[in-house]
């Protein structure tokens, strides 16, 4: 054991010798909060504390099984085993359980998940006839939720005339019977939902003094990681628990709380002093995880906020390389920027891939990044989620478009023919499958015959099938004369798959849209693609060839070492050598919808702090100038964090400048040596990136020859501008594969292709027709 203990400098080992008491640790990122807390446990056991009176609370399980097993490597695995460990959700949910009998509930009572709750409000919504449009399942489902973490219990609600009122103004005077008949029915089917398990333990502890008694007296010790991220709900047990011994260690950063939009509440750490008598406060500064550089530079980052304790990071760790921003044209060549730059790492630094994460701010994000490594052959894991492709949305758009290339695949029919819910039930489905099978034809022949095969149905669903045949069959003639994108757009509109995930306000929801969106993006990725490459149409079933590529890799689960794929949100505790945050664009992240406010941009900003500080020797910010939002090619600004950063620590690999049309970088492949001398430094000013300046460049916007607007809809044979002006030696600049030379022309009119070789992605050929194309 002392070995442990003497391995932690001193002012980690002060909060594990103080055995009792109240005492919280508050420290950066990276100080070790979490080992003290483990070798603290460890130590407990090793003076003595039975493992029994030991509780511990993570933010993860995954957390708490690590935790476990480095306990388990000090005090023996039989003495760790029966350690109180986990979230608070598991934790309790087990408490519940022998304790069930008193609150009514049987002891094997279900634990429903949101789609459980979801079914259950949608019931009691239908049986109360009221509007679906108006009492949206979801955010009744979320306002509940609210409910509970704040302990407003039905009572509760009925006593407080302002929550009613602003249901009331809210349009939905009826929230408080709704809440009543979930809770109702939640307790007759024998349920708790999540927000019960903490809810549920809440009303344990403070209606009956004996089970309180119990419990305080079991758990002994009581150890919270993360303690800047409980709610409400968690802070009152926690406070319950530790009331009779105060033996309490919470630990800690303000800094990187980040789950206010789920009702974590800062002023749990902020207020710890107040809450207990004698408490002990410890500060880690010492970073052991990071870069000095890395240290130095998020501490730059979180002194913007004006809300947090002082605090000091250090750390004696050697300064390592600078922070690498990188500019891309397009989130695609950000993709093949990253998965290059971890192939070549790999290759020059016999690195493996488990060392690197790619980190984004929200799930829709992965699809580009997926993509590029894919391409590149190198192994990927996601976690917290599903990989683009295997997501229920985009599932369900890709469904549709199976069935329109071919209507006969019964797998993607069952599953769309009644979603959005269009009234086509079970027991009709299953009458055409009964009848598909006897016929030995598929189902949707068998749809398409409705009228002469009687099969019992009403003439309601009758029509309902009709309908759904003509919606398919008036995709494949969009099919027939429309590209991938068009059609896809236009699919995932008219069969109200759009409307139905809008009607969902909740962060999942709009997760779900974006993911869409980004679906859109990358199809519009690839038809333009298509189109400049051959000319060809960038039709669906080429597309849906790609996918059924990449949904195949998906399954590919074999536990073999992969590069890290997460939210930023996901990564919190975690750490990696080489770390990449993409998407460091203004309305990304900071993301639009959290910057109307100063307390919202500093939640992001601490996100931000968490991300950069998961990095221990290598952090890479990456941006791209333009993204793909619903189909269009939108110009996006650098996030203002990058600035943020005091530019002594960033290295842009990319000259910082935005307008990349009229500031080309510089290049010796194209334009030969540059004379680096020539190349000055623009002095950053109030914190905006330096920019490279040089005599010869940029040129003038006059001097540029602008091709544009591109003839895109030219019919063949159109004289166009490229026939004069473009010529071999040209340099110019594309939409999305950037900077080129053009080395060859070929055929003429509408045929004109031009052979370009590419600072990134090699040597093509495009239709000049199609090519968005600069000379510059
Ligand atoms: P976060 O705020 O990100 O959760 P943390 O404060 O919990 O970070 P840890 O994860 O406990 O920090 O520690 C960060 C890294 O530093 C880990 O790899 C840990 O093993 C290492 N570390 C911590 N203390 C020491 C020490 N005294 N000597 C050597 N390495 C240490
Ligand atoms: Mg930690």
Redesign the pocket.
């Known amino acids: 054991m002392q070995q442990y203990i003497s391995?932690?400098?001193e002012a980690?080992r002060e909060p594990v010798l103080q055995k009792d008491g109240p005492m919280i640790i508050i420290?950066?990122?990276?100080?070790?909060?979490?080992?003290?807390?483990?070798i603290r446990i460890a130590y407990l056991m090793y003076q003595g504390v039975d493992a029994f009176n030991i509780l511990s609370l993570t933010f993860t399980n995954k957390a708490a099984r690590e935790m476990k097993n480095r306990i388990a490597d000090i005090v023996g695995a039989s003495e760790a085993k029966n350690l109180w460990m986990g979230t608070f959700h598991s934790i309790f949910a087990r408490i519940l359980r022998s304790e069930a009998d008193k609150l009514g509930y049987p002891s094997n009572f279900t634990i429903y998940d949101s789609q459980d709750s979801l079914r259950a409000i949608s019931g009691i919504i239908k049986e109360m006839q009221l509007d679906r449009d108006v009492y949206k399942p979801k955010q009744i489902l979320s306002r509940i939720s609210t409910f509970k973490n704040s302990l407003i219990t039905v009572k509760a609600y009925f006593n407080d005339p302002d929550l009613q009122e602003a249901d009331a103004m809210a349009k939905k005077p009826r929230m408080g019977e709704i809440y009543q008949n979930y809770v109702d029915r939640c307790f007759k089917s024998g349920a708790m939902d999540f927000d019960d398990l903490l809810l549920k333990t809440n009303e344990l502890l403070t209606r009956f003094p004996e089970v309180l008694a119990k419990y305080q007296n079991r758990f002994r010790y009581i150890l919270v990681?993360?303690y800047q991220d409980t709610n409400h709900s968690q802070y009152l047990i926690v406070r319950a628990l530790s009331d009779k011994f105060q033996n309490i260690c919470v630990?800690g950063?303000d800094a990187?709380s980040i789950y206010a939009f789920r009702g974590a509440n800062i002023n749990n750490i902020l207020n710890f002093q107040k809450d207990y008598q004698g408490v002990k406060t410890f500060r880690?500064e010492?970073?052991?995880?990071s870069s000095r550089n890395i240290v130095e530079a998020a501490n730059t980052i979180i002194d913007k906020n004006k809300t947090k304790l002082d605090k000091v990071v250090w750390t004696a760790n050697e300064f390592g390389p600078k922070i690498k921003v990188h500019r891309s044209l397009t989130d695609a060549e950000e993709g093949r920027f990253v998965a290059s730059t971890i192939f070549e790492q790999k290759m020059q630094n016999q690195m493996t891939n488990g060392q690197f994460a790619i980190l984004y701010r929200t799930n829709a994000q992965s699809r580009a990044m997926e993509d590029a490594l894919r391409k590149r052959d190198i192994p990927y894991r996601i976690y917290g989620g599903l990989s683009f492709y295997q997501r229920k949305e985009i599932k369900d758009v890709l469904c549709y478009l199976r069935l329109v290339i071919n209507p006969k695949d019964e797998e993607a029919l069952v599953r769309v023919i009644n979603y959005p819910a269009r009234g086509i039930g079970d027991t009709t489905v299953e009458k055409l499958t009964v009848a598909a099978n006897h016929y030995k034809r598929s189902i949707f022949e068998i749809m398409q015959n409705i009228d002469r095969i009687d099969l019992k149905l009403n003439s309601g669903t009758r029509q309902k099938l009709q309908d759904f045949v003509t919606m398919i069959q008036s995709f494949q003639v969009i099919n027939e004369n429309q590209d991938a994108f068009y059609l896809t757009d236009h699919v995932s509109k008219k069969t109200g798959l759009v409307q139905e995930l809008k009607k969902d306000a909740t962060p999942e929801g709009m997760a779900r849209i974006q993911n869409i969106e980004e679906l859109l993006n990358g199809i519009k990725d690839f038809t333009e693609g298509q189109k400049e490459i051959d000319g060809a149409r960038g039709s669906l079933a080429e597309f849906m060839e790609d996918v059924a590529l990449a949904t195949d890799l998906d399954k590919d689960t074999s536990d073999e070492d992969r590069v890290a794929l997460m939210t930023i949100h996901l990564a919190?505790?975690?750490?990696f050598p080489h770390v990449f945050v993409v998407g460091m664009e203004e309305d990304l992240f900071p993301s639009a919808m959290s910057m109307s406010t100063r307390s919202e941009l500093e939640e992001e900003r601490r996100l931000f702090y968490?991300a950069l500080?998961?990095a221990?020797h290598q952090a890479y910010l990456t941006y791209a100038q333009s993204r793909y939002r619903w189909g269009k090619l939108t110009d996006s600004e650098p996030s203002r964090f990058i600035e943020e950063i005091d530019g002594q620590y960033l290295e842009y690999l990319t000259p910082a400048e935005t307008n990349y049309r009229f500031k080309p970088m510089i290049d010796k492949d194209i334009f030969g040596d540059v004379d680096k001398s020539k190349l000055r430094l623009a002095k950053p000013s109030n914190g905006t990136p330096p920019k490279y300046i040089t005599d010869n460049q940029p040129k003038p916007e006059a001097q540029i020859r602008k091709l544009k607007p591109v003839s895109r809809n030219a019919p063949a044979g159109t004289a166009n501008l490229f026939d004069n002006t473009l010529t071999a030696g040209n340099i110019v600049m594309h939409e999305r594969f950037g900077r080129g030379q053009v080395l060859n022309l070929e055929g003429v009119g509408a045929d004109k292709k031009a052979e370009i070789k590419f600072e990134v992605g090699g040597i093509k050929k495009l239709l000049l027709r199609f090519a968005k194309l600069d000379v510059i």
């Not at 420290?27 to 483990?38: D, H, N, Y």
């Open positions: 391995q932690l400098n980690q420290a950066g990122a990276g100080s070790g909060k979490t080992r003290v807390l483990t990681d993360e630990v950063d990187q880690l010492q970073n052991y995880r919190k505790g975690l750490e968490v500080t998961r221990e």
